[in-house]
């Protein structure tokens, strides 16, 4: 079992910058990657941004590429995503998983075995 839990969310103004924060517990030596989805209201979960736990190599959803910024620091089991230029569509609960050795593509939540509870962003106009 992997724990994950997500921080760093709250009410910011457009334009503004957060950085969220997933600490990884439990067995984490099996994690392949790591990834960040997020949901709007009524809306279906969305992937952002991927990162492989070992070579941090990374992925992001066309909407976000260019003001994401998806990192990971392996000895505090710590992955990171930075927001800049945030945009009231960045409203959203945010939820970083985890997933083991897996053909599914890092886009797809089907690849993620654990999920955090999730971090409120929201974003004012």
């Known amino acids: 079992q992997v724990q994950l839990v997500e921080s760093g969310g709250g009410l910011v103004q457009a334009g503004g910058s957060l950085r969220l924060s997933c600490a990884a517990s439990g067995r984490t030596s099996s994690t392949y990657r790591m990834g960040w989805f997020r949901q709007a209201p009524g809306k279906e979960r969305e992937f952002v941004a991927t990162?492989?736990?070992?070579?941090?190599?990374?992925y992001y959803a066309e909407a976000v590429k260019g003001r994401f910024t998806v990192s990971r620091d392996n000895a505090k089991n710590t992955v990171y995503l930075q927001i800049n230029s945030l945009k009231p569509e960045d409203t959203a609960v945010y939820y970083c998983?985890?997933?083991?050795?897996?053909?599914?593509?890092?886009?797809?939540?089907?690849?993620?075995?654990?999920w955090g509870q999730g971090t409120q962003v929201t974003v004012s106009s």
């Open positions: 998983a985890a997933g083991g050795l897996s053909y599914r593509p890092g886009r797809l939540a089907s690849a993620y075995d654990y």
């Open positions: 990162i492989n736990w070992s070579s941090g190599s990374t």
